[in-house]
């Protein structure tokens, strides 16, 4: 048995790096739509379109193709998430209305948001396949099990990684990490504290749209930028936060972590039945934990 792990591992390793570097991706894009959801109970289906319009801030300055040099891509990421912000920000004020309206309300109008984005970005762009280099300096490749592997995709690890720690100690150790836990938990008492939660929501849905934005850049190189793209995006996230648990920040990264593997390893090894993969894994945790890996079960009267 160890052979044969040890022989899996050789053959399949730089493939599940692959995955590995899916996951931490899917986890820039997946933390913010947990927490929305989490914290407004509001199902966000324009979290992908910003993603998307992310994507191509890359695509505007790249100056028709001329490769970006690292400090230019780091501004990229900047200005990509300060567009996010805003944006989010906006969608915020605009979801306000219809936040208690139920689900079916929210997804129409998120929807109908990203339909628009997606429509105006088709319009300025194209519909063709932007394929977004890699930052000079970052467009290497290194041996790994034997195999040529992008250098790019190593740090896109470290820099999820490294975002996910950051992630956790903002939420786990800070005063207003401990805020938004409580408002996932009980909005109603948080409020009744004195903390100004219309404040607080829009701080995240500001964030959270932050985060997508920025990995829109962050992933091109990766996944390019192309009209569809979003609805793809969307999905992975929606399954990453229905398997990781709403809300919680250590269940988006197992979450995306998991589905990582099972869609760089489904790809490789079972390519006929790869989509169904992802789908079966999400419907094994809602059959077995209903309130996802890491969620926590909402009590019963």
């Known amino acids: 048995m160890t052979a044969l792990t040890a022989n899996f591992i050789t053959d399949n390793g730089v493939t599940m790096i692959d995955g590995l570097a899916t996951g931490v991706l899917l986890f820039v894009i997946a933390l913010g739509l947990s927490l929305v959801f989490g914290v407004m109970d509001v199902l966000n289906l324009a979290h992908g379109a910003i993603y998307l319009l992310g994507a191509y801030v890359a695509v505007a300055l790249l100056g028709g193709g001329t490769k970006m040099t690292l400090l230019a891509f780091g501004g990229a990421v900047l200005l990509a998430a300060v567009i996010g912000g805003f944006s989010g920000w906006g969608l915020s004020a605009m979801v306000r209305p219809v936040a208690h309206r139920g689900h079916l309300d929210q997804a129409l109008l998120t929807l109908g948001i990203a339909l628009v984005v997606s429509d105006l970005i088709a319009m300025k762009f194209g519909n063709d396949v932007r394929s977004i280099p890699a930052p000079?300096?970052?467009?290497?490749?290194?041996?790994?099990?034997?195999?040529?592997?992008?250098?790019?995709?190593?740090?896109?690890?470290?820099?999820?990684?490294?975002?996910?720690?950051?992630?956790?100690?903002?939420?786990?150790?800070?005063?207003?990490?401990?805020?938004?836990?409580?408002?996932?938990?009980?909005?109603?008492?948080?409020?009744?504290?004195?903390?100004?939660?219309?404040?607080?929501?829009?701080?995240?849905?500001?964030?959270?749209?932050?985060?997508?934005?920025?990995?829109?850049?962050?992933?091109?190189?990766?996944?390019?930028?192309?009209?569809?793209?979003?609805?793809?995006?969307?999905?992975?996230?929606?399954?990453?936060?229905?398997?990781?648990?709403?809300?919680?920040?250590?269940?988006?990264?197992?979450?995306?972590?998991?589905?990582?593997?099972?869609?760089?390893?489904?790809?490789?090894?079972?390519?006929?039945?790869?989509?169904?993969?992802?789908?079966?894994?999400?419907?094994?945790?809602?059959?077995?934990?209903?309130?996802?890996?890491?969620?926590?079960?909402?009590?019963?009267?």
């Open 136 to 301: 000079a300096g970052l467009d290497g490749s290194a041996t790994i099990f034997g195999q040529s592997y992008p250098v790019y995709r190593l740090v896109v690890i470290v820099v999820g990684g490294l975002l996910a720690i950051g992630a956790l100690y903002v939420i786990e150790r800070t005063r207003v990490g401990s805020l938004v836990r409580a408002s996932v938990v009980d909005p109603q008492m948080v409020s009744a504290l004195g903390v100004d939660t219309k404040r607080l929501v829009t701080g995240v849905f500001a964030a959270g749209a932050a985060l997508a934005a920025a990995g829109g850049v962050i992933g091109g190189p990766i996944l390019s930028a192309y009209p569809g793209l979003d609805n793809r995006v969307l999905l992975l996230g929606l399954v990453v936060v229905v398997i990781g648990g709403l809300g919680s920040v250590s269940g988006a990264l197992v979450g995306a972590l998991v589905i990582g593997q099972i869609e760089t390893l489904g790809v490789s090894l079972l390519p006929d039945h790869a989509s169904f993969l992802v789908f079966g894994a999400m419907g094994l945790v809602l059959l077995l934990r209903p309130q996802g890996l890491l969620g926590k079960k909402e009590a019963t009267a």
